[in-house]
């Protein structure tokens, strides 16, 4: 990226709060890249993103929880026990209990879960190292370490409560569809 376009990226969002600049980017980024997942990999390949985060996450440390995947990852417990099921009927990977817990189950890579991981990687490589390609070594690890500490401070206090709402809006809006439903 030049200076100038450096300059211009920062002038756009002079002004605004936080949420309204970087938790706005840091969401476009998001959906872009699982967009990009979808079409260029989960269609090919049939593995879900959030199998992907899963089996990912398997395979570079073999042995672990659904807890511990669901804390890594930023997921929703339910939804890694939903790419689990996926990723077991696929036979991508297997679920055996904890020899040292057997109250706790462990995630381990088939065969053909570390043979499309492989190639699923390797995509993925490439998408991150273009995206990223727009940052220098030492931007990308200042990158690194920040989002490092930022996830470090989200798995450590946690989002605070909202506050209340000022009105019903579930049944204001509700009422809303059923008055536009009548015309």
Same mark, same amino acid.
């Given at each position: 990226?030049?200076?100038?376009? %450096? /300059?211009?990226?920062?002038?756009?969002?002079?002004? *605004?709060?936080?949420?309204? #600049? $970087? =938790?706005?980017? +840091?969401? &476009?980024?998001?959906?872009?890249?699982?967009?990009?997942?979808?079409?260029?990999?989960?269609?090919?390949?049939?593995?879900?993103?959030?199998?992907?985060?899963?089996?990912?996450?398997?395979?570079?440390?073999?042995?672990?929880?659904?807890?511990?995947?669901?804390?890594?990852?930023?997921?929703?417990?339910?939804?890694?026990?939903?790419?689990?099921?996926?990723?077991?009927?696929?036979?991508?990977?297997?679920? %055996? /209990?904890?020899?040292?817990?057997?109250?706790?189950? *462990?995630?381990?890579?088939? #065969? $053909? =879960?570390?043979? +499309?991981? &492989?190639?699923?990687?390797?995509?993925?490589?490439?998408?991150?190292?273009?995206?990223?390609?727009?940052?220098?070594?030492?931007?990308?690890?200042?990158?690194?370490?920040?989002?490092?500490?930022?996830?470090?401070?989200?798995?450590?206090?946690?989002?605070?409560?909202?506050?209340?709402?000022?009105?019903?809006?579930?049944?204001?809006?509700?009422?809303?569809?059923?008055?536009?439903?009548?015309?």
């Amino acid at each position: 990226m030049t200076d100038v376009s %450096r /300059a211009e990226v920062g002038s756009e969002t002079a002004g *605004l709060s936080v949420e309204r #600049t $970087l =938790g706005q980017r +840091i969401h &476009a980024f998001s959906n872009m890249t699982s967009g990009n997942y979808y079409g260029r990999t989960e269609l090919v390949f049939g593995v879900s993103l959030p199998e992907w985060r899963v089996l990912r996450k398997v395979l570079l440390q073999p042995e672990v929880s659904q807890v511990e995947v669901a804390a890594a990852e930023g997921l929703n417990v339910m939804n890694v026990s939903r790419a689990v099921s996926g990723l077991r009927r696929k036979t991508l990977i297997e679920v %055996r /209990a904890d020899p040292e817990d057997g109250r706790r189950s *462990l995630l381990f890579a088939t #065969t $053909l =879960g570390e043979e +499309i991981g &492989a190639e699923i990687a390797a995509r993925e490589q490439l998408v991150y190292e273009t995206v990223f390609g727009a940052l220098g070594a030492d931007e990308i690890e200042e990158l690194d370490r920040y989002l490092g500490i930022i996830n470090q401070r989200l798995r450590d206090i946690g989002l605070p409560d909202a506050p209340p709402p000022s009105r019903d809006w579930v049944a204001i809006l509700d009422e809303a569809a059923r008055s536009n439903e009548s015309k």
